[in-house]
């Protein structure tokens, strides 16, 4: 994705998990992640997991040290199960394609179930 300045910021990556809107930002060399109306700095004691639960729906959690974890939850396409089941060729790098979860939890340094 290009890169967008907006304000004083850097735009580094913007996607919908569900009807959630994502944006992750550069601002005073720090990332900054929004989710709908939440924002949290990412830096090296932020936790980022990602977990699949089910074929369609999705976790995404957020821990930052004294505050309570901030979950997310989402759901895929109906697509994206028919790719499981009828494709043989499907692996890691079409759930990726298919689940704009992930490519955002690994540039944020996260796990992954």
């Given at each position: 994705?290009?890169?967008?300045?907006?304000?004083?910021?850097?735009?580094?990556?913007?996607?919908?998990?569900?009807?959630?809107?994502?944006?992750?930002?550069?601002?005073?060399?720090e990332r900054?992640l929004h989710?709908?109306?939440?924002?949290?700095?990412?830096?090296?004691?932020?936790?980022?997991?990602?977990?699949?639960?089910?074929?369609?729906?999705?976790?995404?959690?957020?821990?930052?040290p004294g505050?309570?974890?901030?979950?997310?939850?989402?759901?895929?396409?109906?697509?994206?199960?028919?790719?499981?089941?009828?494709?043989?060729?499907?692996?890691?790098?079409?759930?990726?394609?298919?689940?704009?979860?992930?490519?955002?939890?690994?540039?944020?340094?996260?796990?992954?179930?």
């Open positions: 994705m290009a890169r967008v300045s907006w304000a004083g910021s850097e735009v580094v990556w913007v996607e919908r998990l569900g009807r959630l809107l994502t944006v992750v930002r550069e601002v005073d060399g900054v989710i709908d109306d939440w924002s949290t700095v990412v830096d090296e004691r932020t936790e980022i997991s990602h977990q699949q639960c089910g074929l369609v729906r999705c976790r995404l959690t957020v821990r930052r505050l309570p974890p901030a979950v997310f939850r989402y759901r895929l396409s109906w697509s994206v199960p028919l790719s499981v089941l009828l494709d043989p060729t499907y692996n890691g790098w079409d759930a990726d394609d298919d689940d704009p979860g992930r490519p955002l939890v690994a540039m944020l340094g996260g796990t992954f179930d």
